[in-house]
């Protein structure tokens, strides 16, 4: 073992706890899916964990990021709890949205995560006005705007990115690319080079192995020092994929693609196994102890999948309160009570 | 003769009908193609009519808006897909500030023939971004005709005339009665605009609902019913134009109306259809309108709040009950 890997094993070991987080969860919530016990849809993130956990690792809890409609790795990998994040999708009034936002919008404020967004590309500018008033209050934070290939389809990217660029603003684009956007493979959706699009504007542009929690760690923590330095703003993307379907009721994808090609990734790329041989490799980590890493983890999700489905959901005067900040019900004052109580 | 088909069958009958009829329809929008849509409307379009006039475009709603707009302007008969109408607002420019205006600001020399398909209606724990009933924001804009269909029957008739239109028409689907089955003629037909539908008759009050609601306020009826209340149930159908003539007549007759719609209520259809009721019918009436749209907050995921934020058939029949018992609605 070099010394560089020893000093290091703590943190190697979180990358691995952070990933095997996300995938457990995600399973657990494909579950309550399936059970019907969880309202709604929800779109899984297995496959892509060390997108999420490579890059919020070189990140610090007052550096904001965005998330997408495909949010609960981020919100994880920024440092979520199980048990608020299970009570959001079910809906439960402890969740970190109080039951408001659910999958799609989960947020979590204290650890820098400015919410989840169900509208694809909905999140580029709040990410790039995050980087501006890091910029402005000089408080030396960065913000990662993270977006799918898809997403990169939407105007809104390419107007922030020349002001991001113009204004040099501490914000990295990373953007995972699936393959799919929805039910169409990228490639019949996006003309020419991502990478290109974002150089075209003077962005320094970055593609990596998203299946490589290393690689993109290390990527990423170079590119967040400079940022910090007053250097940015940059694009990385991200070669990732996401196991399931698009939403948990995708079930039928070979229309879209093949189960070929879906095997192939897990079988060969899957960040986790790949990752945990490589601890085993440079004994980091015996089989055994990632085992039990595993093992306490489902412990601990399905002590909060059990919590959140025995919490109680919001009481309902709770429907109008949040409309407005610093109104109580909304519903008296929009009609001119101004004490809106 | 008829036979039951669904509100989603019906859609694409009617879309496939008119590309059949007519070869300048096409069809833009997000797995609109192989996928047909996320709720499957259009599915067997693409291998009918290929991937020319059924296009599968990138997620980029402002930009296909556009593009429509410009190919109706020159000869196409372009039908948008906007998959949830919450996306509405990302196209809003090239909607209401072109395609809305172009007509009047050519002096009557451009046409914009398109159609906006799209969809309301809360309920399907979809939260805030997915949930919104929208129509009262085209409604308010000059140039956009905009049809709410209800039925199976009313889908497929209202977007034929939709298609055949010279103007552009927003036409939004209730997401919630894609399977819901109603008869539907084998035999071509088409639903003229500001042409609303008479449900029910009655005599003591005028439920006048749209889209979603149309089934709520049928419901509201029969629970009257139960009270020795007799409802008149609408469905305008359209709202741009507004079938003002037979929503009036109706309340003449019952002296009471009850509005709903899932819009938001403030600000909204309700308010519009009671004004113009109050405006033109104030004599004949012997109680205050009611409006019942969806609560004002934004749709909010858990099902605990969600179910709160929509009118309900006991909550309308409660309204009109009031009304029709004479009781104090409204605060003095
Ligand atoms: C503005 C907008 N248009 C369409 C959709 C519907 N939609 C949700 S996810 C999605 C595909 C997004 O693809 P990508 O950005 O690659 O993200 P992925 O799902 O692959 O993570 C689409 C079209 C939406 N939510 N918002
Ligand atoms: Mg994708």
Not at chain 2, 96 to 103: D, L, S
Not at chain 2, 237 to 254: F, H
Not at chain 2, 300 to 308: G, M, Q, V
Not at chain 2, 311 to 331: M, N
């Amino acid at each position: 073992m070099t010394k560089s890997v020893r000093k290091n094993t703590e943190q190697y070991l979180h990358l691995y706890k952070q990933m095997v987080r996300i995938r457990t969860f995600e399973e657990n919530a494909n579950q309550l899916y399936l059970n019907a016990k969880m309202p709604g849809l929800t779109h899984m993130y297995i496959g892509q964990e060390a997108v999420a956990v490579g890059i919020c690792e070189a990140l610090d809890s007052t550096d904001r990021i965005t998330s997408t409609h495909r949010g609960h790795g981020h919100c994880l990998a920024k440092g979520a709890e199980f048990k608020q994040m299970f009570c959001e999708l079910l809906g439960k009034a402890e969740g970190y949205c109080r039951g408001k936002g659910g999958s799609m919008h989960i947020a979590d404020q204290d650890n820098g995560n400015l919410g989840a967004n169900a509208i694809v590309g909905g999140s580029m500018g709040i990410a790039t006005g995050a980087a501006l008033s890091a910029k402005l209050l000089g408080t030396k934070t960065v913000a990662v705007c993270f977006f799918g290939d898809g997403a990169t389809a939407q105007g809104l990217w390419y107007e922030v990115m020349n002001m991001a660029a113009l204004w040099q603003l501490p914000v990295i684009y990373a953007c995972e690319n699936n393959g799919y956007s929805e039910y169409t493979p990228t490639s019949e959706i996006a003309a020419g080079s991502l990478k290109a699009r974002a150089e075209a504007f003077g962005i320094e542009s970055h593609k990596v192995d998203g299946q490589d929690v290393l690689a993109v760690h290390a990527l990423t923590q170079g590119l967040v020092n400079r940022l910090r330095n007053g250097e940015g703003p940059f694009f990385i993307e991200l070669e990732t994929y996401r196991y399931h379907g698009h939403h948990v009721g995708d079930i039928n994808r070979s229309y879209y693609r093949t189960k070929d090609e879906e095997t192939a990734w897990q079988k060969d790329r899957d960040p986790i196994t790949n990752f945990g041989r490589w601890l085993e490799e440079q004994d980091i980590a015996s089989s055994e102890e990632l085992s039990e890493i595993i093992s306490g983890i489902h412990a601990e999700a399905e002590e909060a999948v059990q919590y959140a489905i025995d919490a109680p959901y919001p009481n309902h005067d709770e429907v109008d309160t949040h409309v407005f900040a610093g109104v109580k019900h909304a519903l008296p004052y929009i009609s001119g009570d101004s004490n809106g109580s | 003769m008829d036979r039951e088909i669904t509100h989603s069958q019906a859609v694409n009958e009617a879309i496939a009908e008119e590309m059949r009829r007519d070869s300048t329809v096409i069809l833009l929008g997000e797995d609109v193609a192989e996928a047909g849509t996320p709720f499957k409307v259009l599915s067997g379009l693409v291998e009918e009519f290929g991937t020319e006039r059924v296009i599968d475009t990138p997620i980029a709603e402002p930009g296909f808006m556009g593009i429509a707009v410009g190919a109706a302007m020159t000869g196409m008969r372009p039908i948008v897909d906007i998959m949830f109408g919450d996306f509405l607002f990302l196209i809003m420019d090239q909607l209401c500030n072109q395609a809305a205006k172009t007509h009047y600001m050519s002096g009557g020399k451009l046409n914009v023939p398109l159609v906006v398909r799209t969809n309301l209606g809360a309920t399907r724990r979809s939260a805030a971004q997915h949930s919104q009933s929208l129509h009262a924001l085209v409604a308010h804009i000059p140039g956009l005709k905009v049809a709410l269909p209800a039925t199976p029957y009313e889908a497929k008739g209202l977007l034929k005339t939709a298609i055949r239109d010279d103007n552009p028409v927003v036409i939004f689907e209730d997401k919630l009665s894609y399977q819901m089955k109603g008869n539907v003629p084998e035999e071509e037909y088409l639903i003229e605009f500001g042409q609303a539908n008479l449900l029910r008759e009655g005599n003591d009050v005028t439920l006048i609902g749209t889209s979603s609601m149309v089934q709520t306020c049928v419901a509201a009826s029969d629970l009257l019913a139960e009270e020795g209340m007799s409802a008149e149930v609408m469905d305008p159908r359209t709202i741009v134009p507004l079938d003002e003539r037979a929503i009036l007549e109706s309340v003449r007759k019952t002296s009471r109306a009850v509005v709903v719609d899932e819009g938001h209520q403030n600000y909204g259809i309700t308010a519009e259809i009671a004004a113009r009721i109050s405006e033109k019918a104030f004599y004949h009436l012997d109680a205050p309108i009611i409006r019942l749209g969806a609560m004002d907050v934004p749709v909010p995921f858990s099902p605990a709040l969600e179910d709160l934020t929509v009118p309900t058939p006991e909550l309308v029949a409660e309204k009109a009950l009031s009304i029709c018992r004479g009781e104090l609605v409204h605060d003095a």
